[in-house]
């Protein structure tokens, strides 16, 4: 018996003692809490970055072929062909037929996920999938950026994230399969990750002055773990409690003889509860990301001192989305990663092109086609 198959028969006691979760959603839960005390460890690497690299990117792999098995051949595959159309197109045509691409990938991804599991909630590798198209299609429009002066960028925001040159193999590698959040995100960009490698995320400069030094600022670990018990204590509790009330007793005749008042109360709380597996999966893995302190999101200066802060790996605000006033909160709450690929790599570009009568509809349009093929995807398109 090989290491991963004497790992998963241990969590199989787990997954059967819960008796609610099951083996694919452990393996994951398992990871996504392993990158914690790995991210310890990452840390200790000596200042080199292509050690760096090999080792973010052989956990990675390893996680993700324990998790979704050989299908991480997908993320090989995509990764490989988008690498090389990046190294060898002219960059003025390659972002444009790498995007036509990732999202010719996650259509017949999202199609055959339909044939094989429709209205299945299993973890197979199109999750991953939908991070990757997000992260390689970013990576080839931060290279076209690269070329650009600051006034022809598409907005002010993209001059922090575009790329003089084009990247190393290890370096797109290691950026590809980089455990923190190669299996649940978010979505950080190219230039991120290197300056995270490089130390450079963390020097702050005025002027001539180095202020801080080139490392990891205190902090992190406790930053990291209030957001781990964020996680765990209340949205755990949510995603337990599904098991007691599930949404599809919603089609049960034994509702259906319910009042309507208790029908509307009972509908809305199952449904609360099912947003709550992905508050507690983003929070889980915005922890990691602190943890390992590519989440540093800069300082803030308090009374004359420069103190860090821990945003930067955040995609979701859920007491905002809960208590949103209108679509706008809703949407500047829900998958910030998402939302801000959609507005700087879609909206913006839009806007400046030829088609700019369409920035809306094509935003939303690249929206709903990313997320899948259920018709609420393109009602809630309709609704908006």
């Known amino acids: 018996m090989n290491f991963n198959s004497w790992l998963d028969k241990q969590l199989f006691y787990v997954t059967e003692a819960s008796g609610f979760l099951t083996q694919d959603k452990t393996r994951y839960i398992f990871c996504i809490l392993l990158v914690y005390p790995l991210s310890l460890l990452f840390r200790l690497l000596p200042p080199n970055a292509t050690l760096k690299h090999l080792v ?21 595959i995509s990764s490989t062909v988008v690498y090389l159309m990046v190294e060898y197109l002219d960059p003025k045509l390659s972002h444009k037929v790498v995007f036509i691409f990732c999202f010719a990938y996650i259509v017949i991804s999202h199609l055959y996920r339909l044939y094989v599991d429709y209205l299945g909630w299993t973890l197979d590798f199109s999750g991953i999938q939908m991070l990757l198209t997000l992260r390689l299609t970013a990576y080839a429009f931060n290279v076209y950026d690269g070329t650009l002066s600051e006034k022809d960028l598409a907005c002010p925001e993209l001059k922090e994230s575009r790329l003089p040159r084009k990247v190393s193999m290890i370096e ?24 995270f490698i490089n130390m450079n995320l963390f020097k702050l400069q005025k002027g001539d002055q180095l202020v801080t030094k080139a490392e990891i600022p205190p902090g992190s670990v406790i930053a990291s773990l209030s957001k ?24 049960t005749p034994e509702f259906i003889a319910w009042p309507f008042i208790f029908r509307l109360v009972y509908h809305w709380f199952s449904v609360s509860l099912i947003r709550a597996t992905y ?93 899948g093929f259920y018709p609420g995807y393109y009602l809630s398109l309709i609704h908006i």
């Open 56 to 76: 973010g990117m052989a956990l990675g792999v390893w996680m993700g072929y324990f998790c979704i098995g050989t299908d991480i051949i997908h993320s090989f």
């Open 172 to 195: 797109y590698y290691g950026y590809v399969y980089f455990f923190s959040f190669f299996l649940a995100g978010p979505a950080i960009e190219m230039k991120t990750y290197l300056d």
């Open 228 to 251: 781990l018990g964020y996680a765990l204590i209340p949205w755990s509790l949510c995603v337990v409690a599904q098991n007691f009330y599930p949404v599809a007793f919603c089609l």
């Open 279 to 371: 508050y507690f999966a983003w929070i889980l893995a915005e922890g990691g990301n602190v943890m390992v302190g590519i989440g540093f999101s800069g300082y803030k200066e308090v009374n004359g001192v420069y103190v860090p802060t821990w945003e930067r790996a955040c995609n979701v605000h859920a007491l905002g989305f809960e208590f949103a006033q209108n679509v706008k909160e809703v949407t500047g709450s829900w998958n910030l990663y998402t939302e801000n690929w959609l507005r700087h790599h879609i909206y913006f570009r839009v806007k400046k092109s030829d088609w700019k009568a369409y920035d809306v509809l094509a935003t939303y349009f690249t929206s709903a086609f990313w997320h």
